[in-house]
């Protein structure tokens, strides 16, 4: 088929790779302009970029679809398909409707729940004991498109958002390139979206990265998985007299009890509201990650929590 295809981070390479391989015809391909990063302040380009110009295919990085001429640059494609992952820019009517079978987009959530940004993260964060990914006709609304291939994942107690990302891009890739052949035979459907169930996963809120450990341990638990690697939930504790942020990476529920926010024995083993959470990796600010036992044996003694 002949394919735009748009997207930005690694999530996304993936699902390039797979239609590339399956013999596609891609067109071109968005995504996001290259930004200043590191400390020279260097512009690099997105991963999808990358990858793209691995393949030698066109690269477009408009910073809005809105006007008229970009959107006449898009129709002039004459794409028989877009297909959408993690882009980054609002598609605009004339843009979702140019191609002739319009945009398919990979949303990694079990629709209707978690329509936007952070459905991974938003997932954890509430406990979710499953999630899904699926290939979504879209249109003006935010995720509000009829759903095709859908296929489950499983959040396991431990799991942290990066793990489940490493997991959905795979399932994904395989998945979209399954729904393109499907399109091919005419043989992709879509099912409406139900009324019930509907929730929204907000982007993800610097202040949601601060523990609050006067919560339950379980939403200590799963706030640190659901935030790690990135941007990692944090704390503060004093050392040697002065006070650290931590990054608290991976976890475990306990059952202990004591006041919120203090350590019980000799671990890294903290009070909440209600049980207690263990650490088990940690990122002192300035440090890599590290394994409590390596934190504790750096620190020389039982740091004090502050908060």
């Known amino acids: 088929m002949r394919i735009v295809f748009m997207g930005t981070p690694e999530f996304s390479v993936p699902t390039l790779t797979e239609i590339v391989s399956a013999g596609h015809e891609v067109v071109a391909v968005y995504t996001r302009a290259p930004k200043p990063a590191g ?13 793209a110009e691995a393949f030698g295919i066109p690269v477009f990085t408009p910073k809005s679809l809105k006007s008229e001429e970009e959107q006449a ?3 002039s494609l004459e794409a028989e398909v877009a297909i959408v992952v993690a882009y980054g820019l609002l598609l605009p009517k004339a843009v979702l ?5 319009g945009c398919l987009n990979l949303h990694g959530s079990l629709l209707p729940r978690w329509r936007g940004a952070a459905p991974m993260q938003r997932s954890i964060m509430s406990g979710d004991k499953q999630t899904g990914i699926v290939v979504m006709q879209m249109d003006e609304g ?43 035979r005419g043989s ?23 523990l609050d450990f006067t919560q339950s341990a379980e939403a200590v638990h799963n706030t640190i998985r659901g935030l790690s690697p990135f941007p990692g939930a944090w704390f503060e504790m004093t050392l040697g007299g002065k006070t650290y942020r931590v990054k608290a990476l991976r976890s475990q529920l306990e059952t202990g009890s004591g006041a919120p926010g203090t350590f019980l024995g000799g671990e890294l ?7 207690s959470v263990r650490l088990t990796q940690v990122q002192r600010e300035g440090k890599g990650a590290m394994d409590a036992a390596t934190f504790l044996r750096g620190a020389g003694t039982l740091p004090e929590m502050v908060g």
């Not at 400390?39 to 990858?51: I, N």
């Not at 083993?269 to 049980?275: K, L």
């Open 39 to 51: 400390r020279g302040q260097a512009e690099r380009k997105s991963p999808v970029h990358e990858a």
């Open 73 to 75: 640059t898009f129709a």
């Open 97 to 101: 409707e140019a191609p002739e079978y």
């Open 142 to 184: 935010l995720d509000t498109g009829g759903m095709g291939p859908t296929e489950i994942i499983p959040i396991t107690p431990t799991m942290t958002a990066g793990e489940l990302h490493d997991n959905m891009m795979r399932v994904g890739a395989d998945l979209m390139g399954r729904a393109l052949a499907a399109l091919e």
């Open 188 to 210: 992709l459907d879509f099912t409406p979206q139900p009324a019930e169930g509907v929730t929204y996963a907000a982007k993800i809120d610097k202040a949601e990265a601060k």
């Open 269 to 275: 083993v903290i009070a909440c509201g209600e049980g």
